[in-house]
């Protein structure tokens, strides 16, 4: 399975919106609403932010929320805050039961 | 609250067999499926297999060979063994939960082992 593909960095100005990309198959992405993001500070696990394709699980910003179209999947970081400098990565469920990632991105607050 | 602790050695010699435990503290064990992700220096994630409490697994076919998980239930514990290392299994390994029965996004993390393979 190949991973899911992000671009490695986005960057925006204090209060901007910026957006993710991942883009998968019809055999991943495209076929289930199963799919996550997570954020990463350096040096720490990941922390989920986004599960099943834009949902938020309890005490994550609503600055954050998901879509997806056909195979691509997107996440945006709305009001964009110095905090949210991490590394983000999304996942999807595949049609052979297992999981996949994507590359990763970089986000970097100017 | 979930928490996850994991073990196991952090520097291994190539074909040696990477070894690490993760401890499950609070909520039920026997409800979830139990992966084991992988993260490289500088690298993303990825996902290298599940166990349930039974000892049905699903891996990453790209590892599949050479992975092998197991679980002690009376312990609440799973365990990861990778055989035949080589550098390029060095990465930071987590152990994790998915946030719901039969969810496919992972909530909690343990802390992550970092692994270095090197002669």
């Known amino acids: 399975q190949s991973a899911l593909t992000q671009p490695a960095s986005v960057s925006g100005s204090p209060g901007q919106s910026i957006t993710i990309s991942c883009t998968g198959t019809s055999s991943d992405v495209g076929a289930y609403n199963y799919v996550s993001w997570y954020q990463q500070h350096p040096g720490k696990a990941p922390t989920l932010i986004i599960y099943n394709v834009n949902n938020r699980p309890s005490g994550v910003s609503n600055r954050f929320s998901g879509s997806k179209s056909g195979n691509t999947a997107s996440l945006t970081i709305s009001g964009l805050q110095a905090e949210d400098e991490a590394d983000y990565c999304c996942s999807s469920y595949t049609d052979s039961s297992t999981l996949v990632f994507g590359t990763g991105t970089k986000v970097t607050v100017l | 609250q979930v928490q996850l602790q994991q073990w196991g050695a952090g520097l291994l010699k190539p074909s040696e067999t990477l070894s690490l435990t993760c401890a499950v503290y609070g909520g039920s064990f026997s409800d979830y499926f139990w992966s084991w992700i992988r993260q490289p220096p500088g690298k993303g994630l990825e996902w290298i297999g599940e166990?349930?409490?039974?000892?049905?697994?699903n891996y990453n076919p790209s590892l599949k060979s050479r992975v092998t998980l197991s679980v002690d239930t009376s312990k609440s514990h799973f365990t990861l063994k990778l055989s035949s290392v080589t550098a390029a299994d060095t990465a930071v390994y987590y152990c994790?939960?998915?946030?719901?029965?039969?969810?496919?996004?992972?909530?909690?993390w343990g802390q992550g082992t970092l692994v270095t393979v090197s002669s």
């Open positions: 166990i349930g409490h039974s000892g049905v697994a």
């Open positions: 994790a939960r998915p946030r719901g029965p039969g969810a496919t996004a992972f909530d909690p």
